[in-house]
Nanobody, 123 residues
Framework: QVQLVESGGGLVQPGGSHRLSCAAS????????MYWVRQSPGKGLEWVSA????????YYADSVKGRFTISRDNAKNTLYLQMNSLKPEDTALYYC????????????????WGQGTQVTVSS
């Protein structure tokens, strides 16, 4: 069955860096666009970043542009999110997700989500 398992969350100081991973299994990872989405305490879901099947085209929310980098290793079926210059407002539960057909659109079109990994930015 399809599984997405995030890892790498933790406590990071403001200004620090951190990398999240998402291990995919049970489907042809190389054929799907992949996404990172986050949810801060008391807030709704916020789309963070997207990457196409080959890893050549990436998209970022304005709130993370220039600080976060999404990438993928199709040989390892793994999605990454490199986060630099972290701010307290980046504190959230980070999810990786899959959307059949790729592109940009409603979260309702995402069909599989991981369980999330918590990132807390605090001194």
């Amino acid at each position: 069955q399809v599984q997405l398992v995030e890892s790498g969350g933790g406590l990071v100081q403001p200004g620090g860096s951190h990398r999240l991973s998402c291990a995919a299994s049970g489907f042809a990872f190389r054929n799907y666009w992949m996404y990172w989405v986050r949810q801060s305490p008391g807030k709704g879901l916020e789309w963070v970043s997207a990457i196409d099947t080959g890893g050549t085209t990436t998209y970022y929310a304005d709130s993370v542009k220039g600080r976060f980098t999404i990438s993928r290793d199709n040989a390892k079926n793994t999605l990454y999110l490199q986060m630099n210059s972290l701010k307290p407002e980046d504190t959230a539960l980070y999810y990786c997700a899959r959307r059949p057909g790729g592109g940009m659109g409603s979260f309702e079109l995402y069909d599989y989500w991981g369980q999330g990994t918590q990132v807390t930015v605090s001194s």
